[in-house]
């Protein structure tokens, strides 16, 4: 079973960036497929981007296309995800999940965080 712990929220002004982090552990986070996703109060969760076991493919929401890069560190056991130009409608709870299925439906995530805050101000 793998363990996941988000870090790297925070309060930032429109136009910021912030970088989150997933710290993973368990002996398969290297096999795992990872994703990012947010909710914001009211909302349903949303899918913000997913990276395969290697690195070598992503996806992203559209929503955070051109802003957001997700990248992973197997060595590290850890998944990153760099937002640039934040607005205010990027302010949500960031989860980190894991699963075996390159996808952007949060079902398909076996394993989840419990979620950082990002607030982006106006």
């Known amino acids: 079973q793998v363990q996941l712990v988000e870090s790297g929220g925070g309060s930032v002004q429109t136009g910021g960036s912030l970088r989150l982090s997933c710290a993973a552990s368990g002996r398969t986070f290297s096999n795992s497929v990872m994703g990012w996703f947010r909710q914001a109060p009211g909302k349903e969760r949303e899918f913000v981007a997913t990276?395969?076991?290697?690195?070598?493919?992503?996806s992203y929401g559209s929503s955070v296309k051109g802003r957001a890069t997700i990248s992973r560190d197997n060595a590290k056991n850890t998944v990153y995800l760099q937002m640039n130009s934040l607005k205010p409608d990027d302010t949500a709870v960031y989860y980190c999940?894991?699963?075996?299925?390159?996808?952007?439906?949060?079902?398909?995530?076996?394993?989840w965080g419990q979620g950082t805050q990002v607030t982006v101000s106006a």
């Open positions: 990276i395969t076991w290697t690195g070598s493919t992503t």
């Open positions: 999940a894991g699963g075996s299925a390159y996808s952007p439906w949060p079902g398909q995530y076996a394993y």
